[in-house]
């Protein structure tokens, strides 16, 4: 029977170290207990310890205002009337608060039509990972974090991560075409 | 002598926002693949409750497919049912069940690109969750089972002519 206690930290016996989750703290939003078991069954052993669990917005809002952040891990369809996990990443990146609005989030779908990655793009999702997934694609998502960071796009039409990951082409579209952007560096 | 004033930044023009890597910061570096071996070791020691853990992601597959009961599938009403098949087509690998996301990627196939006015033939779609249902039975990580290869791709077959046709 899988304990659908939600906001417990995860006991963890590794060392804490380089390469390390034991000092980040992560959030997972799932409805379904398994796949929240399932993450905390690979995050734990690479090192995670506070891992903070919700299987609904409201949930998720409470840790966000409450913890700061390094990385949050959502699945895109919530059995919550009261939005999906994109409407959280939206939520999300219009936060008023810097350590959310520019919070890292992995997207878990298994809607992996072309159209359906577009639009999480444009939502503001920083990487994916595709359902059915394994531990080893997680570990590559999460280093695909630690060591090719995204920098931030803000436009007219859009904010959130560069959907190109390239260093000198970030805008995409009729704005990409018309303009350049201006680099400014952020603390 | 006027100073000319400094040029302003057009409000049209995007920022390139560049950040510290904070994440990286804290982690310490890359992740050592040893960690992702340790972590897919830790997912298999949970591998005696995913018989549990399937049967309950099929069981709600086929209520959410009863629950419509001879009503047209269409867009308006098919949410419950492409949201079971995809928690089935996403978990089925994971617990090691690779014939049953199959199935379900076939029928989340139909769902998905069902087009506006079009209605599910309801026969193929009872077909799919019959077939998710049947594959529970076969060893758990068959992928070879001849009967099961063929109604597969009889139905993938089948799903693509009828998306094809509508």
């Known amino acids: ?187 | 002598m006027s100073i000319a004033p400094a040029p302003q930044p057009d409000p049209a023009t995007p920022l390139l926002i560049e950040r510290p890597n904070k994440l990286r910061e804290r982690v310490g570096g890359p992740l050592d693949n040893t960690l992702a071996e340790k972590a897919e070791a830790a997912v298999q020691s949970l591998a005696k409750d995913f018989p549990q853990w399937i049967e309950e992601t099929v069981t709600r597959l086929q209520q959410a497919h009863t629950a419509l009961g001879g009503t047209p599938i269409t867009n308006a009403n098919k949410a419950n049912l492409y949201t079971a098949a995809l928690e089935a087509k996403s978990l089925g690998e994971t617990y090691g069940y690779p014939l049953i996301s199959r199935f379900a990627n076939s029928l989340c196939r139909l769902l998905v690109r069902l087009p506006a006015q079009a209605t599910a033939p309801h026969a193929l779609v009872e077909a799919h969750v019959d077939a998710i249902r049947a594959v529970l039975r076969l060893p758990q990580t068959s992928t070879q089972d001849p009967v099961a290869t063929h109604l597969l791709g009889e139905m993938e077959e089948q799903v693509r002519r009828f998306l094809e046709l509508t």
């Open chain 1, 1 to 187: 029977m899988l304990s659908d206690k939600l906001f417990v930290d995860s006991p963890n016996n590794n060392e804490p170290g380089m390469g390390s989750l034991s000092r980040l703290n992560i959030l997972i939003v799932d409805d379904s207990a398994h796949i929240r078991r399932l993450l905390l069954s690979m995050l734990t052993p690479m090192g995670a310890q506070n891992i903070f669990e919700a299987r609904t917005l409201a949930q998720a809002r409470t840790v966000l205002n409450t913890k700061t952040l390094d990385l949050a891990i959502i699945d895109w369809m919530l059995d919550d009337p009261a939005g999906d996990g994109m409407a959280l990443v939206t939520e999300i990146r219009q936060s008023p608060l810097e350590t959310v609005t520019y919070l890292p989030i992995i997207m878990m779908t298994g809607h992996t039509e072309r159209e359906n990655i577009e639009l999480a793009r444009d939502m503001g999702v920083t990487e994916f990972l595709a359902k059915p997934f394994t531990a080893k694609n997680l570990h590559a998502r999460l280093n695909m974090l630690i060591e090719s960071p995204r920098p931030f796009v803000k436009s007219r039409s859009y904010f959130g991560p560069d959907r190109r990951r390239r260093e000198h082409s970030p805008i995409e579209g009729l704005e990409r075409r018309n303009t350049s952007p201006r680099r400014i560096r952020s603390t």
